[in-house]
């Protein structure tokens, strides 16, 4: 539903549209024949206003694919309430390494052909109700089927839904396999015909991530042929429509996207084996231009095969102390220029940025003002670096902006915090890069993976994490950063005992180390690139969803399987 291709195109809302992004630019290195399709979304995601109490309002973000796109040589219809919907695509071009392209089409219904209604149907990403949700997902699954027909686009080994956004593309799959069988009710054979060529990507362990649509508005939508069709399919019981049982339901190969949640999926989908690949980032996108030059220097190879990194460990400590230096003063430079903030080069620098969620708890380090502010006394000054935004209609996610901001506003004579407006790719290469420390505080276990941590150890930047998603994996006590709370199979709210676990590791490790044993604190960000770094990235992830989703033998296998 969202892929992150350019800053100056405002088609994505977070980290679903980053890493499908970063993974779009991993396979265009690779030279894997990939064709992605997504949305447009005119009006982008929303521009992000916050005022002195916190309080958010947002606007549109428009954009004109017009002016920066060419437009695909054909156009088609989507049937949606029994009337044709028309469609056009524009086509974005991600350049790899060696000039292989990886093309991208945006499905836009923006034209004079179509009703008002329809006309806005690709203009918003995660907006409007039930029914324009569910338009848009028959639009980008069934009619992202039909833009590939209409391209002549063959040979086509897996179909990749990345989230049940575009589960509905498997409802298209199975009327042709119909059709070239010539039946009208499906049997066993035909659902597996389509299961064969299909692969899943579940992102999120959290219920309100999974649309569900009642049958009457399915029926509505669909028409009743097609909602008898995926009935007689495997959900004549189901009281509604799941789509991501939907995906599960017609895939071959389902993945979580980090081994934690590989585990928690499979217990939230008994009925089909759930897989593990952990998510990655795209190397060459979020290394600063500081870490580039130091690269370039001493791993030659590293954007080619970004495993090289693991020589970052023969770099000397003063030359990633440089490196960071030159990121941090950029940071602060960038900050001052939003905010009017100034914070100071020699401080301590925490960074907290992302969507703002209520299950991420950005006011996890606020929990006990007192302490807070004790700890930066005695232990050493320290500034803070806020950035996210609440999606419209979480009321939950708002108000943790304004507790945050409120929080800020008491610490002031103590704690320099600044809150950043419109956290997008653009101020991420910034802020991922230049502060001192990563902090994440989800509450288990609805951290799928998280990216933003794989960012900042790219950049040598240790984080302070809870273990859940990507860091169970990516935590080495010490060395690699330092785990917020202590069990990671201990799920549910547990505030107090990791707030505890937080002020403890700040006042007592990494304050103390910071400012008082720069050595070992350089140690620690130089084992955050060879060993992070060169682990959690979208060439070794897009090298795995090859070797076992998309490859012949891992067909053979889940034949095998099946």
């Known amino acids: 539903m969202e892929i992150a ?24 290195d690779l030279e894997l024949p990939i064709v992605a399709i997504t949305l447009a979304h005119r009006k982008g995601y929303f521009r992000q206003h916050l005022d002195a109490e916190g309080n958010q309002t947002e606007e549109s973000d428009p954009w004109d694919p017009e002016t920066v796109l060419q437009a695909a040589p054909s156009t088609f219809t ?14 974005y071009s991600v350049h790899g390494l060696s000039g292989f392209i990886v093309p991208v089409y945006l499905l836009d219904t923006d034209l004079p052909e179509n009703s008002e209604y329809d006309r806005t149907l690709t203009d918003t990403l995660y907006g409007g109700d039930q029914r324009y949700r ?3 997902e028959v639009l980008l699954g069934m009619g992202g089927v039909n833009l590939l027909r209409s391209l002549g686009i063959k040979g086509i080994n897996s179909y990749h ?35 064969r060529r299909c692969v899943f990507t579940t992102h999120t362990p959290v219920e309100a991530g999974h649309d569900r649509f009642p ?15 995926l009935q007689q399919s495997g959900f004549a019981n189901a009281n509604a429509l799941n789509m991501t049982d939907l995906a599960i339901h017609f895939s071959r190969y389902v993945n979580g996207v980090a081994m934690r949640h590989g585990e928690v999926s499979q217990n939230m989908f008994p009925q089909f084996p759930i897989h593990a690949i952990t998510n990655g980032v795209h190397a060459a996108t979020w290394a600063s231009p500081p870490f580039h030059d130091l690269f370039d220097r001493q791993i030659p190879e590293w954007r080619r095969d970004n495993a090289y990194m693991r020589y970052a460990v023969g770099i000397s400590l003063d030359e990633i102390r440089k490196a960071h230096c030159l ?44 302490r807070l502010k004790a700890i930066a006394a005695s232990a050493g ?17 708002k108000a943790l902006i304004q507790r945050v901001i409120q929080a800020a506003a008491g610490l002031k004579d103590s704690i320099k ?21 990563w902090l994440n505080t989800p509450q288990r276990p609805q951290e799928a993976s998280g990216t933003s941590g794989m960012k900042a150890a790219l950049n040598g930047i240790p984080s302070l994490s809870v273990l859940d998603g990507w860091w169970v994996e990516g935590c080495v006590e010490g060395v690699t950063g330092w785990a917020i709370g202590y069990d990671s199979k201990v799920d549910g709210d547990d505030s107090a005992a990791e707030s505890a676990s937080l002020y403890d590791k700040l006042e007592r490790q990494i304050i103390p180390m910071y400012y008082r044993a720069p050595e070992a604190y350089s140690e620690i960000m130089r084992s955050c690139i060879s060993l992070n770094a060169s682990f959690f990235n979208t060439h070794r992830m897009l090298s795995q969803y090859k070797a076992n989703a998309y490859s012949p033998r891992a067909l053979i296998k889940m034949a095998q399987e099946v």
């Open 381 to 397: 000054p320290i500034q803070i670096i806020y950035a996210g935004k609440a999606h419209p209609h979480d009321g939950g996610g």
């Open 417 to 437: 915090i600044v809150y950043l407006e419109n956290y997008n790719m653009a101020l991420a290469k910034f802020i991922t890069s230049g502060v001192d420390l």
């Open 5 to 28: 291709l350019d800053q100056a195109i405002p088609s994505y809302g977070g980290g679903l549209g980053i890493l499908a992004g970063d993974m779009l630019r991993s396979a265009a």
């Open 327 to 370: 990121a941090k003063a950029a940071l602060i430079k960038e900050v001052q220029k939003r905010s009017g903030v100034l914070l100071d080069e020699s401080v301590l620098t925490i960074g907290f940025a992302r969507r703002a969620a209520t299950y991420k708890r950005a006011d996890l380090l606020f929990k006990d003002i007192e």
């Open 78 to 91: 989507v049937q949606i309430e029994n009337r044709e919907v028309h469609v056009r695509a524009w086509r």
């Open 134 to 136: 569910i338009c848009q």
């Open 161 to 195: 839904m990345n989230e049940g956004h575009a589960a509905f593309l498997t409802l298209a799959l199975l009327e042709e396999t119909l059709k070239l069988r010539k039946y009208t009710v499906p049997v066993e054979a035909d659902v597996e015909v389509v299961r």
């Open 215 to 229: 049958w009457d508005m399915v029926r509505q939508i669909l028409g009743e042929d097609r909602t008898n069709l």
